[in-house]
């Protein structure tokens, strides 16, 4: 009777054993296929933050300072509490964005030397940059032949060639017009005295096929074609520039003295310049004696003459 009760507790137990695994695995199952796993708790209780006050003993009416007070080992609920997320500031527009454009500064020369940026182009700040000395006032005619021993160093410019002293101007000057869009156009700067007795003879020729005589011939061709040792293209300070059917012409009378040229052979002045009216020819003197000569109205002669200065 003993032997049959102990089979009957021990088959009771085994039941209450595999009935508890049964639980278990049905829990287990039933975990795993809603995607329950560890990794949860932990993003849970990250996302929920601290555990209330509460929650971890400490009162609900307790103060800042006694917080800060709170046994080693205990965590501060104040201090580690996750600071929300940065929104970035969303920078406000500038002065680059408004709906009116900046101003443009048109470059004047790709070799503009600095100090005249953004300037407006006047006389006065242009004259302490522009070359100046009396090799600038050197007078070249048929009473002033060209002296033996002159030289002169050349740089390029345009389609031609200027003394190498000049050549920053002559450019600041054809783009200042280009700008005003009155561009001009070079058409002889620098010539060799073989070109110029060229020239010359070329001009002395079709006087002598009109049947002229050859002292009568070369004072007719002088008039028009200097020769040569008395032309002021040998010094490299002279322009030739085309003015017909164009508004050049008016643009440098009004700028040309701004960079220190003249209008060398002016209208009425043939009888003391011994050339006729020329209004292609621009010759440089500089800033100061090309502001005089204009407002004078004396050519090149008139005005050494009253300065009392003798062409080196």
């Not at 030289?151 to 005003?180: N, P, Q, W, Y």
Request: charged share 25%; hydrophobic share 35%.
């Amino acid at each position: 009777m003993k032997s049959n009760r102990a089979r009957y507790c021990r088959s009771i137990q085994l039941l209450h054993l595999v009935s508890i695994f049964l639980y278990c695995a049905f829990i287990v199952i039933l975990l795993s296929s809603c995607g329950y796993s560890r990794e949860d708790d932990v993003d849970a209780s990250v996302s929920r933050g601290p555990l209330p006050l509460e929650s971890q003993g400490v009162p609900l009416n307790t103060s800042e300072a006694d917080i800060e007070a709170l046994p080693q080992g205990m965590e501060n609920p104040m201090s580690s509490a996750p600071s929300p997320q940065a929104i970035p500031e969303i920078p406000e527009p500038s002065d680059e964005c408004s709906e009116t454009p900046p101003s443009i500064v048109l470059p004047s020369s790709p070799n503009q030397q600095p100090g005249l940026k953004n300037q407006e182009i006047t006389s006065e700040n242009l004259e302490n940059e522009i070359p100046m000395g009396d090799w600038a006032l050197i007078l070249v005619n048929s009473t002033h032949p060209i002296p033996e021993d002159f030289s002169v160093v050349l740089a390029d410019f345009e389609s031609g060639k200027v003394d190498a002293r000049i050549a920053e101007t002559c450019k600041r000057m054809f783009d200042h017009a280009r700008r005003d869009g009155h561009p001009l156009q070079l058409v002889v700067a620098h010539r060799t005295y073989e070109k110029q007795n060229q020239l010359f003879e070329k001009k002395v020729q079709s006087y002598l096929d009109k049947g002229y005589s050859r002292a009568r011939a070369e004072a007719e061709a002088a008039k028009h074609t200097a020769r040569p040792n008395t032309s002021e293209h040998q010094t490299g300070l002279a322009l030739d520039i085309e003015t017909t059917n164009t508004n050049a012409f008016p643009w440098l009378i009004e700028h040309a003295h701004e960079y220190g040229f003249i209008l060398r052979y002016p209208e009425g002045k043939t009888d003391i310049t011994g050339i006729i009216y020329e209004p292609w020819h621009w010759r440089f003197v500089g800033v100061e004696a090309a502001r005089y000569i204009k407002e004078s109205g004396q050519c090149l002669e008139e005005y050494l003459e009253e300065m009392n200065l003798t062409s080196p």
